[in-house]
């Protein structure tokens, strides 16, 4: 049933002929329920730390945190994290125990882990340890907490984003219970550094069932990203919309594909849309402005949320284009040239799940991305004229012909744009022509 690595298989047995208990643990475990390969494996152990260090003396050794009870060992160039069994006191920063005491116990370990479908191990035998009936969780698409929720979240209040990004991401539902306490506790994530929180957050974004944990669990996402208050029920009046600007929001995330940029894009697009309202004389709404004022917004977050820089920058140049039209060639070469390859096709995946996300007759502006693609495609095959270096003159060509510093650029730029407009041809002799009746 279970297909356990060589390198795994060698440190169980490592362990077992020490006289030790090992099993696989956590993550793996439910992985290998759900017909998935494992990304990594887990073992815990009723071996001390400086036991396991003896165990794989003869192999590399990382102290990832053997006051904790972990130590990783390189086997064949795979990492492999190996915990002693371990009960932990409490948690005065709702993050991390006060105290760790060793066990000998493998119950001991598996009753302070976070999910039921998280609390199973499997020994190398492949005999299943399921004391809290993880398995059956897996079977029904549940997500519940091990033994009472609100100790399990007053803990680690990680835990309650981790609950979402398991639901998100295997279209699980969340136990009753476990639900009810997530939105009392929901404030604890305020206690969770900006940058686990935002790991959790983009991967709640990119499951499968994002839409749908969104609309549940919009209060929790609200404790770091407030901002989201404001669209709820938000009335866009518009003829293009049959969403508040929340409901579009969510549902763009939902239609987008599962990229990063995309879907955050899709999250934040919006997002300053109230700000920008107002209604013409037949009460019709209009967000005059809203592309850069929700990108001036997203900035702001995404750095609150120690997003990189890279990042930011593509999530935001989504952003600011998403209501671009991008009507002729001419356009769609300055785009490609200001924001980059990559950065276009997301561009238009993003438009894509804002047509999506509207009225049916919306979904005529998907046609029109498919368009802009094919030729954007040909544009980069043909190695059309559309950023500098594709240009039939450089700087040193200028140089040659009497122009020099700050006005090279600006006149390469010029020859760029007219180019692209197809006023004037990417040919070095055409274009030495044209600067020279500058002169």
Known sequence: MFEIPDYVMYVLNKLNSRGFEAYIVGGCVRDFLLRKVPSDFDITTNALPCEIRECFEEHKIIETGAKHGTVTVIIDIQKIEITTYRIEGTYSDNRHPDTVKFSHNLYDDLIRRDFTINAMAVNVSGELIDNFNGRSDLKNKV?????DPSKRFAEDALRILRALRFASQLGFDIENKTSEIIHQYAYLIKNISAERIREE???????????EVLRKYCDVIEVFIPEIQKLYGFDQCSPYH???VWEHTIHAVGAAVPKKSVRAAMFFHDISKPDCFYKDESGRGHFKGHALKSAETASVILKRLKF???????????????????NSKSEIKLLLNKI????????????????????EFCLKRLIKSDQQEKLAEEIIQNKECYTLKDLAINGNDLIKLGFNGRENG?????????????????????LINYIKSLK
């Open 143 to 147: 997500i519940r907490a091990v033994g």
């Open 201 to 211: 957050f983009v991967k709640i974004l990119m499951g499968n069932n994002a839409e």
């Open 242 to 244: 049959k969403y508040d």
């Open 308 to 326: 990189s820089s890279k990042d930011s920058k593509d999530i935001i140049s989504i952003i600011y284009h998403h209501s671009d039209e991008l």
């Open 340 to 359: 980059g390859n990559k950065n276009f096709f997301d561009l238009l995946n993003a438009q894509r799940a804002d047509s999506m996300s509207k009225q």
């Open 410 to 430: 600006q006149l390469l730029e010029h020859l760029l744009k007219e180019v692209i407009y197809e006023n004037l041809l990417n040919d070095k002799i055409s």
